[in-house]
């Protein structure tokens, strides 16, 4: 498979994917008719004139999926998908309401380059079960597209020590999942993404991430470290630590 996870979309001070568009139009082909998946923002209008804006000047052409009467059919005349952020369950229910989301998992399977933003790297793990979201609508499963076999965490946002905040930190978050099932868990932070191509993973971007596993302490992942050995992970889901 051919994967570009981003944690985000758009970094602090600077315009929508300016922060990776290097990074993104390196990744996509040259000339690439690249459909743009908007489900999980309100006005999939709007936001497909987001990303053209920030592509078309590169040469990519994009085509919102819902331009389409059909969207699966979008998907299958373009060189590439993208799936943009906001929220993750109002995504994935448009995506299992549409049939997209067995189209988009066999076609990146099949090779079609995949890139997703936060909610979009979200699809790209085995659930929703770490997405930082809201559940402002109920999916007909938290199962998502399984393109990677571990989770993944965008956003993902280190305790801050002068905070008076006495709410769960993400960290803690995290720790809770692991408590109740064993898969491993990437945190993205925002500037930081992940490369998957040819049975490789590699951290990406500005910003280490940080790697979370059942019964070990988190790892310090800098940019260019190789993380291919999560490919092989064989997630354990619903399995409480006795």
Avoid at 85 to 106: H, K, Q
Avoid at 140 to 169: C, M, R, W
Avoid at 180 to 199: I, Q, Y
Avoid at 201 to 216: E, I, K, M, N, Y
């Amino acid at each position: 498979m051919n994967l570009l996870l981003l944690s985000n979309s758009t970094q602090y001070g600077r315009g929508y994917l300016e922060h990776a568009r290097d990074t993104v139009t390196a990744f996509l082909p040259a000339d690439a008719r690249l459909a743009f998946v908007p489900y999980a923002l309100a006005d999939h209008d709007a936001y497909t004139a987001r990303v053209r804006a920030a592509l078309e000047p590169s040469g990519i052409s994009v085509r919102g999926v819902h331009e389409n009467a059909d969207p699966l059919a979008e998907l299958a005349a373009c060189d590439a998908v993208f799936i943009g952020g906001g929220n993750s369950f109002r995504l994935l229910d448009a995506l299992y309401r549409t049939g997209l989301r067995e189209a988009v998992r066999d076609a990146a399977r099949n090779g079609l380059p995949y890139m997703g933003a936060s909610a979009g790297t979200n699809m790209a793990a085995p659930t929703l079960r770490t997405s930082n979201d809201m559940p402002i609508v109920q999916p007909p499963s938290f199962e998502a597209l399984g393109l990677v076999p571990f989770q993944i965490n965008p956003h993902y946002l280190d305790p801050d020590p002068a905070s008076t905040h006495k709410g769960e930190t993400r960290e803690e978050r995290l720790t809770e999942f692991l408590e109740e099932n064993d898969v491993p868990v990437l945190g993205l932070r925002e500037g930081s993404w992940l490369r998957v191509r040819e049975g490789a993973a590699t951290v990406q971007g500005a910003r280490p991430a940080r790697l979370f596993s059942r019964g070990a302490r988190p790892q310090e992942l800098a940019a260019g470290t190789d993380v291919s050995r999560l490919l092989a992970t064989e997630p354990r889901f619903d399995a409480p630590e006795r």
